[in-house]
Each structure stands twice: as structure tokens, then as C-alpha cells.
């Protein structure tokens, strides 16, 4: 998924349209994010995820502020069939400016964002907040049956007579292998 590339608009050169402390700019965009496990978030060209955002100049940095809405495809933990999660946010976040040439090796930025050499990535500041809104649990309903951990079927669609008891639950994860592995091949 990664090597699709993220879509175009997500490297904003803000020290050009925002030269002085106080400018400010609307930035407007949309993607279909598609979400992997945990935070491996992919930004595809298309329209799944928009987000109307201001971006203003402040003093050592960027203030992103606005509105992320639409829906994410993700993938149930129970039954693994994906379902539509609504996403509809309000983020107020800040970007620290730097020039590479401030940053010594060893500095560990990875709880920030930044404006590196004129540019923010608005990337990490999407991918964040959408993760973080979703629910801890992610399930398709509160209702789902999950899958048969011995034949596999999706028990919200069928049933089928397995005597699920004697299944010893370390198995399960296999199941979800050859469940995933089935998936893929069609
Ligand atoms: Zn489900
Ligand atoms: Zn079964």
C-alpha cells in the first residue's frame, strides 16, 4: 500500500504562503485512508476523508486548526469483514519551525510535528487524529458473532454446526491467517 504514494497536497510550503506571524491560510483536501493495523494509515487519492482546515503563521511555528468528516474503511476484529467508521473531528494542533540545520543528531522529535525548512507534512497531523478518534474496540457492531473459530465461517451470515467449546483459543489466530488468506485470494 505504501508504495502508492500519499496524495499530492500533503507537503505544504508554508514559508512561502505564510511569510509573516499572523498569515493565515485555508487548506482544503480529501483522500480515501485506508487503515492497516494499529497506526499503519495509508492517504490514497480519492474522496473518503475530507478535511477544511486554517492554517496560520504563529511565532516558532504553524497552528493547524479544523474540521476532519467522512468515513474510514475498517477491518472488524471479530468477524475481519471491513465496515465504514464514521469520522467526524475538530483538530487544534501545532507544528514547531525548524531548519535542518537547527537539529543535532540524536534529537528525538517524534512526538512532534514540524515545519522542516519551510515546509509542514500535514500527513502525521490527519493520521493522528484520526486514529486517536477511533473506538478502542473495532467492531462492526456491538451485535457481531465474529467468525467460527474451527471452520472459519462468518457466523453473522451463516451458521454451521461446529462444537466451538473443544477449540483451544490458541488456534485462533491461524484461523484468522487462513480467514485473511482467503480473503485475498478472491
Ligand atoms: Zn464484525
Ligand atoms: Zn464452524
Redesign the pocket.
Known amino acids: 500500500m505504501k508504495e502508492q504514494g500519499p496524495v499530492s497536497e500533503m507537503n505544504i510550503g508554508v514559508a512561502d504562503i505564510l511569510p509573516r506571524v499572523g498569515d493565515r491560510k485555508r487548506l482544503m483536501g480529501s483522500a480515501q485512508v485506508v487503515v492497516g493495523d494499529g497506526y499503519d494509515v495509508a492517504f490514497l487519492p480519492g474522496d473518503g476523508v475530507s478535511w477544511d482546515l486554517r492554517i496560520t503563521r504563529i511565532t516558532g511555528g504553524i497552528e493547524i486548526s479544523g474540521r476532519i468528516s467522512g468515513s474510514v474503511t475498517l477491518e472488524?476484529s471479530?468477524?475481519?469483514?471491513d465496515?465504514d467508521q464514521p469520522v467526524d473531528l475538530r483538530v487544534r494542533e501545532h507544528a514547531l519551525w525548524f531548519g535542518s540545520e537547527d537539529i543535532e543528531p540524536g534529537d528525538d522529535f517524534a512526538q512532534e510535528y514540524l515545519v522542516l525548512d519551510g515546509t509542514l507534512d500535514l500527513l502525521p497531523v490527519l493520521r493522528d487524529a484520526i486514529c486517536l478518534s477511533f473506538p478502542s474496540r473495532r467492531?462492526?457492531?456491538e451485535q457481531?458473532r465474529?467468525i467460527c473459530s474451527v471452520c472459519g465461517v462468518n457466523l453473522?451470515l451463516e451458521q454451521c454446526g461446529c462444537t466451538r467449546e473443544q477449540v483451544d483459543e490458541r488456534l485462533k489466530p491461524l484461523l484468522e491467517l487462513k480467514k485473511r488468506m482467503e480473503k485475498g485470494n478472491t
Open positions: 472488524c471479530r468477524c475481519l469483514e465496515f467492531v462492526c457492531s457481531c465474529g453473522n
